[in-house]
């Protein structure tokens, strides 16, 4: 009965997947982005936040967030703290800006209102649909080369230098040669048509690394910490200054356009748009990832968003709610089997990573490479977001060449008013200081 409720409710025979293949999916996004459970409070603690409070924070706003989602929303895509805004809350607002870090929760949860409200309006639903598909097709590229230079850093295949950006890495050192074979043997399990290639080649890398002493078990199971250090401990009062207005608006455009980028760039490779390349059901996941950011903020983390990361799961076959169903199941055990999912090194996620990078990179052929104010854009769009290392951010570069390019060449009616509208909106986000 459970699982004909579960194959109703989905409706998996309509979206051609079964069960199996969903709980796959789920165990293979997870496993793509639990390093956020860890990483997360690792960096909020250098905001003097309570690493065991962040750490619950973390797994209970991702569970939630990626459980709305999923059965309000029906889509494979999960939700937790974004890289990049939590960073941006730690050294730029509390550590550059000298706020306290329950000023900048506060700012986090101003911030989380203003997106629900625009996410019930109209207005940034219009604003997501109005997106030229040749921007659409960009996003997904970009986003799929911000995958790879994420996978090949944390892979140790390349490093920073400081006078390259970045250079190779030591190629010989175990880290990179396991996460290399777990990339090819991804790529061959797939091309044998093997179900859950992604998560048996992070599952395969990991126990050899652990075999070989190159990582560690870290144990089975603990009692999750304490999250009252951070529960209810934001200021919002302090976060109505005027000087943190600034703040305010960039988490909120940072967070929509790092949202809306995912949300394209997952639901174009996993086929989920309609004819006209728009994705129904919109609003339904914009009021999931929206709500969670401000459920976020009152339990004691950064902004929340929908994870590329989920990418890896729908290529894993993953195509309705119930991927993001076992997603957030697989966040509540991790509060009690923390030690478990930080046995799983980040060498061992970094070739699924890189795999949904290569695939998500494909839309770079469906760009018109006959006009060069369709492609060029897109080709900033896609370069921008690693080269920045902000999905925003290229998004916003590739706006601002697209609307340019455009009207200097007097094809105004190519650039919609809503493509003008977010290009001025980047432009200001980009003259701010």
């Known amino acids: 009965m459970a699982f004909d409720f579960l194959a109703r409710h989905f409706q998996l025979e309509a979206h051609g997947t079964d069960i199996r293949t969903e709980c796959v999916a789920g165990a293979t996004t997870f496993l793509t982005m639990a390093y956020i459970a860890f990483v997360n409070p690792a960096i909020l603690q250098d905001a003097g936040m309570d690493f065991g409070a962040v750490f619950v924070a973390t797994c209970l706003v991702s569970a939630l967030g990626t459980l709305v989602m999923g059965l309000y929303a029906n889509y494979p895509i999960a939700l937790a703290p974004g890289m ?31 997106f629900v409200i625009l996410s019930v309006l109209p207005v940034r639903e219009w604003l997501i649909n109005a997106i030229p598909q040749t921007m659409k097709l960009a996003i997904s590229a970009g986003i799929g080369l911000f995958l790879a230079i994420i996978a090949l850093r944390n892979a140790g295949v390349i490093t920073a230098d400081p006078v390259t950006l970045v250079t190779t890495g030591d190629l010989m050192a175990p880290e990179p040669l396991l996460a290399l074979l777990g990339f090819t043997a991804i790529i061959a399990l797939h091309a044998r048509g093997v179900p859950g290639a992604v998560v048996f080649g992070v599952l395969g890398v990991t126990a050899i690394g652990i075999a070989l002493g190159v990582s560690d078990w870290k144990g089975l199971a603990s009692l999750p910490p304490d999250p009252t250090p951070t529960f209810l401990a934001l200021d919002i009062v302090g976060a109505m200054e005027v000087g943190l207005i600034a703040v305010i608006l960039t988490f ?3 967070d929509i356009f790092d949202t809306a980028g995912t949300l394209i760039g997952i639901a174009h490779q996993a086929q989920l748009l309609d004819p006209e390349g728009r994705l129904p059901r919109l609003r339904r996941t914009l009021l999931a990832d929206s709500s969670a950011t401000v459920v976020g903020a009152l339990v004691g983390t950064s902004p929340v968003t929908s994870y590329i990361e989920s990418a890896a799961g729908t290529n894993a076959g993953g195509r309705t709610g119930l991927t993001a169903l076992v997603v957030a199941g697989l966040f509540i055990a991790c509060l009690f089997f923390a030690p478990l999912a930080q046995s799983v090194p980040s060498y061992a996620t970094a070739p699924a990573i890189l795999f949904v990078a290569c695939l998500m990179a494909r839309t770079l052929a469906e760009i018109d490479w006959s006009d060069a104010t369709e492609f060029a854009p897109a080709v900033i769009t896609a370069l921008g977001m690693p080269f920045t290392f902000s999905i ?36 200001a986000k980009f003259a701010l200081p």
Do not use: H
């Open 252 to 254: 909120l455009i940072v």
């Open 84 to 114: 990049g805004l939590n960073a941006f809350f730690t050294y730029g607002v509390v550590i550059g800006l000298d706020y306290t870090w329950q000023v900048a929760l506060g700012a986090v949860f101003l911030s989380g209102l203003l």
């Open 392 to 427: 925003a951010d290229g998004i916003g570069l590739g706006f601002i060449c697209y609307a340019a390019a455009k009207l200097m060449a007097g094809r105004f009616k190519e650039c919609s008013p809503a493509v003008i509208l977010i290009a001025l909106i980047f432009v």
